[in-house]
């Protein structure tokens, strides 16, 4: 049963007041489920570190490792960091307090280092991980903590394209023999629905700026139109940006749904296509579908690097969709 940010930090507050706080916590949840506030919040109750500094690097006895590599990855030396603070000696009555965000982007070898803090723990040590995607995690580090699943903070709607995106990813999934021909036509309507997006974005801005210009065109001089048009071309980049992340969202949905299935764990992000998921499942080891994420998780990396967003998206879709 997964906690509410209030009901979840009670728990953990009640623990720490009778003395019984484990060791490591797996705080994990959906975006904007409050896993890194929930993290802060906790520091603060066993070290008096300020919430607000947690992330910041400036509290006291609190340590983070998070992606910063540019495989945006929590590399090895992150963790040996990580590990040498953690042998500091505390002050008297506080813990020291490690948190690894999006802990699921451990490298391997990252997380086999990370695995022997946890087996064994440096006195006086808090470890927390924070995750969206826990099934990601090696089962060996998973056991070693106390879950603390948090409900969505909303139920958020899912947008048009992203309920068409999974109508083709459920359609995909019922192919008996998926090849390249199909992977490129999963990858060809992918970039359709990006395409709608910009389209849509760029005509409400389009009249947007007619009905200024038709309102101010007699009233300022065409400097000021003209740092409006630059003003609603960057406002559409920025959008569309935007809309094409929570698609690619929706895709980290669908692979985590298969491995979840997989696992055998009841949760799904995408109940709609739980058949399909759970049936694709069936054709894949949990290497073979950690690796299509990772691949995913490659083209996110390369669109916010600029790759050409074309290209890019079709060689990963024949990667992870191809076979």
């Known amino acids: 049963m997964a906690f509410s940010h209030t009901a979840a930090l009670q728990y953990l507050r009640r623990a720490h007041e009778q003395k019984r706080l484990a060791h490591a916590y797996l705080i994990c949840g959906q975006p904007g ?49 990580l590990e040498h603070a953690l042998q500091m000696r505390a002050s008297d009555g506080r813990r020291k307090v490690a948190i690894l965000a999006d802990a699921d982007r451990l490298q391997p070898q990252a997380a086999n280092a990370f695995l022997k803090t946890l087996e064994e723990p440096p006195k006086d040590s808090l470890l927390l991980l924070l995750t969206a995607m826990p099934e990601m995690l090696p089962e060996t580090i998973i056991s070693r903590c106390i879950a603390i699943p948090l409900q969505p903070a909303e139920e958020q709607k899912a947008t048009a394209e992203q309920t068409e995106l999974v109508r083709l990813l459920r359609e995909s999934a019922r192919v008996a023999s998926p090849n390249v021909r199909d992977a490129y036509a999963l990858a060809q309507g992918f970039q359709r629905l990006l395409g709608a997006i910009r389209d849509q974005i760029k005509m409400e801005h389009a009249e947007a700026l007619k009905r200024e210009q038709a309102r101010y065109q007699n009233a300022t001089d065409g400097t000021w139109l003209d740092e409006r048009a630059e003003y609603y071309k960057a406002l559409s980049e920025s959008l569309s940006i935007q809309r094409r992340a929570a698609l690619l969202e929706t895709l980290f949905q669908w692979w985590s749904d298969v491995l979840r299935a997989n696992r055998g764990l009841p949760m799904r992000d995408l109940a709609a296509a739980r058949k399909e998921t759970a049936e694709l499942a069936s054709h894949f080891t949990p290497a073979q579908i950690l690796r299509r994420v990772r691949r995913l998780e490659d083209l996110r990396d390369h669109l916010g690097r600029n790759i050409q967003e074309a290209l890019a998206i079709e060689v990963a879709f024949l990667e992870i969709f191809g076979s």
């Open 33 to 81: 489920s409050g896993k890194r506030s929930l993290a802060a919040e906790l520091a603060q109750l066993v070290n008096g570190s300020r919430p607000a500094d947690v992330f910041s690097g400036t509290a006291r006895e609190t340590f983070v490792a998070e992606p910063e590599s540019k495989s945006r990855r929590i590399v090895i030396e992150q963790v040996r960091a």
